[in-house]
Nanobody
Framework: QVQLVESGGGLVQAGGSLRLSCAAS????????MGWIRQAPGKEREFVAA????????YYADSVKGRFTISRDNAKNRVFLQMDRLKPEDTAVYYC?????????????????WGQGTQVTVSS
């Protein structure tokens, strides 16, 4: 079991920044990939960014590439999502998720552990 708790969401104006944090606990050693997935009202869950739990590989959706940065601190079992130049279309609930089975990062259904989500609202 892996437990995930997100923090750092909020309301920000377009062009602003937010930093999301995800605290992981439990059997984190079994984690292959950590990801951030978002869901806007009336839409399906959408991959945002992911990072391998070991190594340096990172992955981004085209819609956030160059604006968002994912990082991790393994010593503290934390994953971060730095979001810069935010746009109104980034408004969503952001979930931290862990995939302990595969290294597939782009498909939300592959993640088997999820946090409760944190709301990000970007005003125009």
């Amino acid at each position: 079991q892996v437990q995930l708790v997100e923090s750092g969401g909020g309301l920000v104006q377009a062009g602003g920044s937010l930093r999301l944090s995800c605290a992981a606990s439990g059997r984190t050693s079994s984690t292959r990939v950590m990801g951030w997935i978002r869901q806007a009202p009336g839409k399906e869950r959408e991959f945002v960014a992911a990072i391998r739990w070991t190594g340096t590989s990172t992955y981004y959706a085209d819609s956030v590439k160059g604006r968002f940065t994912i990082s991790r601190d393994n010593a503290k079992n934390r994953v971060f999502l730095q979001m810069d130049r935010l746009k109104p279309e980034d408004t969503a609930v952001y979930y931290c998720a862990a995939n302990t089975g595969t290294i597939v990062y782009w498909e939300p259904s592959e993640y088997n552990y999820w946090g409760q989500g944190t709301q990000v609202t970007v005003s125009s």
